[in-house]
């Protein structure tokens, strides 16, 4: 089943939760809202659902409008966060609970109800469970009982709202990789909601990027990350280092004087003496120690951790000028280059961006390749 989203605003008081939002879902996709908390995310899941109504837009499932339709109507299943199993019934009852509610006349048989959960316990692995109560089990046993209940009664959209947000990191990884296999399977249309971008550009085929009630960026995980549409965008999907600057004749000036940094940015050769905002991810800088007339940001080695075979550096600018929004500047290095490096903490070191991303104020595309 297909979603489009048009329009759709809702405001709680003076809170505008959602600001003209469309968006389009294609059958069998599975896509991924990704924001951090208060962007409305879970809002938008919920007025698709049917559990909150839009104060204007619609939603249409199918290109059938669906916006006044009922949530027993809509043909949802849904996920939430802490599992919301009922704790008096077994696993099998659990399961077996939507469609046993379904009205008499395509209410199924019990021999079909049996039939249909156990298939269902076995596509999320847990046919074994089937006697035992919810207290009994694992957190990521309960979630995958929750969706094999959502599951029950065919839904054609299942949602999910933060659905591995209460377990634990492991089990987290788990789960994501679990759920994208059986994804693969059944090829239900699936919105998830998730603060998590690493689970978001694991798990969906595609990603939708809230910021304050608004779709900032949407597109495949692989393009929201190689090109991110706004600085929201880049500093919300993954660690970056943001230093700003003024841009002048195509290249973008971080610091003063000779230790001034200089990016090309031929994109911006029109602007002159303009604001501008450099991200630096911290497996994008080279780094080497510091030594008389070298260009790039001078930085103190502070800290550095060293786990499996990444080194990650925790630097401190000492030009103010230079120091951006950084108290501390991260960097990456691989593991084997830090041990021949021999540094150690204290010393000066000197970074040079291999890639940066520059966004200028005012600029009518915002975002381009340094």
């Given at each position: 089943?297909?979603?489009?989203?048009?329009?759709?605003?809702?405001?709680?008081?003076?809170?505008?939760?959602?600001?003209?939002?469309?968006?389009?879902?294609?059958?069998?996709?599975?896509?991924?809202?990704?924001?951090?908390?208060?962007?409305?995310?879970?809002?938008?899941?919920?007025?698709?659902?049917?559990?909150?109504?839009?104060?204007?837009?619609?939603?249409?499932?199918?290109?059938?409008?669906?916006?006044?339709?009922?949530?027993?109507?809509?043909?949802?299943?849904?996920?939430?966060?802490?599992?919301?199993?009922?704790?008096?019934?077994?696993?099998?009852?659990?399961?077996?609970?939507?469609?046993?509610?379904?009205?008499?006349?395509?209410?199924?048989?019990?021999?079909?109800?049996?039939?249909?959960?156990?298939?269902?316990?076995?596509?999320?692995?847990?046919?074994?469970?089937?006697?035992?109560?919810?207290?009994?089990?694992?957190?990521?046993?309960?979630?995958?009982?929750?969706?094999?209940?959502?599951?029950?009664?065919?839904?054609?959209?299942?949602?999910?709202?933060?659905?591995?947000?209460?377990?634990?990191?492991?089990?987290?990884?788990?789960?994501?990789?679990?759920?994208?296999?059986?994804?693969?399977?059944?090829?239900?249309?699936?919105?998830?909601?998730?603060?998590?971008?690493?689970?978001?550009?694991?798990?969906?085929?595609?990603?939708?990027?809230?910021?304050?009630?608004?779709?900032?960026?949407?597109?495949?995980?692989?393009q929201v990350w190689d090109h991110p549409a706004s600085p929201f965008v880049y500093g919300?999907?993954?660690?970056?280092?943001?230093?700003?600057?003024?841009?002048?004749?195509?290249?973008?000036?971080?610091?003063?004087?000779?230790?001034?940094?200089?990016?090309?940015?031929?994109?911006?050769?029109?602007?002159?003496?303009?604001?501008?905002?450099?991200?630096?991810?911290?497996?994008?800088?080279e780094v080497q120690r510091y030594a008389t007339g070298a260009t790039g940001i001078a930085?103190?080695?502070?800290?550095?951790?060293?786990?499996?075979?990444?080194?990650?550096?925790?630097?401190?600018?000492?030009?103010?000028?230079?120091?951006?929004?950084?108290?501390?500047?991260?960097?990456?290095?691989?593991?084997?280059?830090?041990?021949?490096?021999?540094?150690?903490?204290?010393?000066?070191?000197?970074?040079?961006?291999?890639?940066?991303?520059?966004?200028?104020?005012?600029?009518?595309?915002?975002?381009?390749?340094?």
């Amino acid at each position: 089943m297909s979603i489009e989203i048009r329009d759709i605003s809702k405001q709680f008081g003076d809170f505008h939760a959602l600001r003209k939002v469309n968006l389009d879902i294609q059958s069998g996709e599975l896509v991924a809202l990704l924001g951090p908390s208060g962007c409305g995310k879970t809002t938008l899941l919920r007025i698709i659902a049917g559990l909150e109504t839009p104060d204007q837009g619609t939603i249409l499932f199918s290109g059938e409008d669906t916006t006044e339709v009922h949530v027993r109507e809509r043909n949802v299943g849904f996920v939430f966060q802490h599992y919301a199993l009922f704790r008096h019934m077994t696993v099998f009852d659990n399961v077996a609970f939507g469609l046993r509610m379904k009205p008499r006349a395509v209410r199924p048989s019990e021999a079909q109800i049996k039939a249909k959960v156990h298939e269902l316990l076995g596509l999320v692995q847990l046919d074994w469970l089937a006697d035992r109560y919810p207290s009994q089990l694992s957190g990521g046993q309960r979630q995958r009982i929750a969706l094999a209940r959502a599951l029950a009664v065919e839904p054609k959209v299942l949602l999910l709202d933060e659905p591995f947000g209460a377990l634990d990191a492991k089990v987290r990884k788990e789960l994501r990789r679990w759920l994208r296999r059986l994804h693969d399977e059944l090829h239900v249309t699936s919105i998830f909601v998730t603060h998590d971008q690493e689970e978001a550009l694991e798990v969906a085929d595609r990603v939708v990027l809230m910021n304050h009630g608004q779709i900032e960026q949407i597109g495949t995980p692989q393009q929201v990350w190689d090109h991110p549409a706004s600085p929201f965008v880049y500093g919300f999907l993954g660690d970056v280092n943001l230093f700003r600057g003024r841009v002048e004749q195509g290249e973008v000036v971080i610091g003063e004087g000779q230790q001034g940094l200089r990016l090309d940015s031929p994109e911006h050769r029109g602007a002159d003496d303009g604001k501008a905002f450099a991200y630096v991810r911290p497996h994008d800088f080279e780094v080497q120690r510091y030594a008389t007339g070298a260009t790039g940001i001078a930085a103190r080695l502070s800290r550095a951790i060293v786990v499996g075979p990444i080194a990650r550096l925790e630097l401190i600018p000492e030009d103010a000028t230079q120091s951006g929004d950084n108290a501390v500047i991260e960097a990456q290095i691989p593991a084997s280059q830090y041990r021949e490096l021999g540094l150690t903490e204290g010393e000066l070191l000197v970074l040079t961006p291999r890639k940066a991303r520059v966004f200028v104020e005012g600029s009518p595309d915002l975002a381009q390749a340094a």
